[in-house]
């Protein structure tokens, strides 16, 4: 029993069938964390992007230094750190949000430097346009910058969630119960890691096609009207 | 309502280049002004400076009495932001490439700023947007995106994003130098309509020579940063009185 489900050895077949069930919890713990990895990498990234363009050094100096940092580190260590360092200091964390944060960052200095491309591809002249409008800064990056940005950096985005996904086993090194390491479990139990792990792989290669079906019609979806031009 | 420009003993630089020296030029309200000469001579700069998008950094320069730098203000502008945006309330510019919004239609380029800036209601900016755009003989161009026009119209679009930011100078950099022959005319009579009916200073950068004798009040040559030679259309063009001149302008209107 694990999580409640019987495992049946009687044939390879059935006991795919037994365990799906479990793999499937897994699956759930491996979808949250990557759509609040995401949805941090997202966010987090974008207020890194700008926070590096300000003019004020005080700022950009330190927020660059945080984005090398993450993104010239290992996974891993960030992973353990956070997770075994700052307990230390009085700080804990379920480890979900632990690893999710962990992944989220390392994500968003990535993204950051995919936001900086997609701003400094904007011709000099639709800043000066703005500025010749008189709009405030504020204004010229909400209707003018990223409305035309965005569409162009989607497909790199969409490459970091599937890269993203594709890292969420990690997880399971700080005792998260996703797919990875519940079929660990399987084996540990079963001495039969054989099924398990081909499971794992195929819920894994579905899901990367998923995503990208849903990336290339949100890509499809999302207004490109003038933005190709020039 | 138009408004007078002066600039005294300006200096601009491009790190150790100077691009603007001991630049003085006096420009009266509703006055239009072109700036002609050769490329790298600093016209352009005059424009973008007085456009709050090039910083100056020696001198003194004044729209309606108000000074550019402020007594305390720190570099690049020395001043503060909102005392540019104030200034650049005055000031409105046509660029060589348009730089319209290329993700938005034409009415709502038209529209964003007022609505922004100028705090007006969708409906009263979308009002002055589409008479505009008939102005500028595209009435019927509202829904088109920047992409779908011709560079004729994408400028004439572009004059009327301007306008609708209702200043009282406007300043075209080379309006018509990234047109198709076939296209530059009817900007220029968009430019001179403007010239003959609107309360408008205007400064203007042109290789249209015949365009700048028609409408201007005045013709300043430029050379190294400097204004060598300045007057009437037809003193400039049929009396210049430097050699600098006479050779500038025998090389553009028979080469």
Redesign the interface.
Known sequence: MILGHELVMSSSAAFAWSILPILLIGLRTTLLAMFAGFVIAVVVGMVFALMRRSQWKIVTWPVGFVVEFLRNTPLLMQLFFLYFVLPEFGVTLPAFWTGTTVLGLQYAAYMSEVYRAGLDALPKGQWEAATALNLSKTRTYRTVVLPQMIPRVLPALGNYLISMMKDTPVLSTITVVEMLNLANRIGDRTFEYLVPLSLVGAIFFVLTCVCSALLRGLERFVPQKGIALR | MSASIEFNQLHKRYGAHPVLRDFDLKVQAGETVTLIGPSGSGKSTVLRIL???EPFQEGCLTLDGISYHQPHGKPPFFASDVHL?KV??K???V?Q????????TVLRNLV??PT??LGLSRDEAEGRAVELLHMVGLSDKAKA???QLSGGQQQRVAIA??LA?RPQVLLFDEPTSALDPELVGEVLSVIRSLAHEHDLTMLMVTHEMRFAREISDRVCFFEGGRIVEQGKPDQIFNAPEQERTKRFLSSVLNG
């Open positions: 456009m709050t998008l945006h650049r309330a000031v409105g510019m660029f490439s348009f730089n319209l919004f290329p993700h938005m964003e700023a922004a800036v995106y920047p992409g994003r301007a930011m």
